[in-house]
């Protein structure tokens, strides 16, 4: 969207706001809105609440259960205000329930047999991002500590790290809010980061790995994974990005890493596999704002 500079008086230039946007957030003559300048940008928000949030309605008659955790987090990390799913079996309503629940935010309303809905119930203000923030250095630092002292068991680590993850997605949920207008460009500054994970991975894979057959076979298989992806971000066919995840967890259970013998060839591997299904969510993502955007 661009709009011209119009002169007004001999040292004024005043620009035009869509009025869109004026009616969203129900803007009249006189009221302030907040100005910041990050770089080359002029970023124009307004502290009001948006005055009409409309329900997206979501389809899970043909969505694998599997898929359930992916799309919830979509809607959680996109920023979406209020979502409306419809056709859901039990075992979808219990991935539903549980990942609303580690979802910071989020609420479940007009629960009924087959239906819910999501709603977002208010964005975090900056001082509490940043607690959050450092909240996440210190978990990180207890994790840490934890596996220098030998004396955690997996499960205690694991909640760390869900823990870790929690907060990482409250972050990333507010910033794609407060940046609503930009949340597409939000994801897509998210993918090409694990994509560039991805490319670090592979190559230490390649310094420190024996490289043996059953590995490279199976890296023939992430190749034609990923260019199912490339074929994906052309059609956007979720029946494809569903294939997508079946196969990656097919890839998944073939490099589990032995906990009695773990080899850094596998873990290496691994870690691949890893960024690889952070790049299927955030797809995953990008692909349900993309249906908001559409049906807006």
């Given at each position: ?33 907040d ?7 002029l ?52 991935k ?42 210190w ?78 076979k ?65 797809l ?10 559409d049906?807006?």
């Amino acid at each position: 969207m661009r709009r011209k500079l119009v002169k007004q008086g001999p040292s004024t230039l005043t620009l035009s706001i869509p009025k869109d946007w004026i009616d969203r957030f129900n803007l009249k003559n006189g009221d302030e809105v907040d100005l910041e300048e990050v770089e080359t940008k002029l970023i124009i928000s307004s502290s009001k609440k948006s005055g009409v949030i409309r329900t997206l309605d979501y389809d899970f008659k043909d969505i694998s259960e599997h898929l359930v955790r992916a799309i919830i987090l979509g809607i959680y990390k996109s920023g979406l205000k209020d979502v409306k799913i419809i056709n859901i079996n039990s075992k979808q309503l219990i991935k539903i329930q549980e990942m609303v629940r580690n979802s910071p935010g989020l609420e479940i309303i007009d629960s009924t047999k087959n239906s819910l809905r999501i709603i977002d119930i208010g964005t975090a203000e900056k001082d509490t991002l940043t607690k959050s923030e450092n909240q996440i250095y210190w978990k990180i630092i207890n994790v840490i500590d934890k596996i220098i002292e030998n004396k955690s068991s997996k499960e205690e680590i694991y909640s760390f790290d869900m823990e870790i993850n929690r907060l990482s997605f409250f972050i990333e949920r507010n910033l794609a809010s407060r940046f609503s207008a930009n949340a597409k460009t939000f994801l897509e500054y998210e993918k090409v980061a694990i994509l560039e994970r991805l490319g670090d991975s592979l190559r230490s894979y390649n310094k420190y790995s024996k490289k043996k057959a059953d590995e490279l076979k199976i890296l023939q298989e992430i190749s034609g994974l990923i260019e199912s992806i490339r074929t994906f971000e052309s059609n956007r066919d979720m029946i494809l990005l569903q294939k997508v995840r079946d196969n990656l967890e097919i890839i998944k259970n073939k490099t589990k890493v032995s906990e009695k013998k773990p080899e850094l060839s596998n873990v290496l591997i691994r870690a691949v596999v890893g960024n690889l299904g952070d790049l299927y969510e955030t797809l995953v993502a990008e692909n349900i704002l993309a249906f908001s955007l559409d049906n807006n």
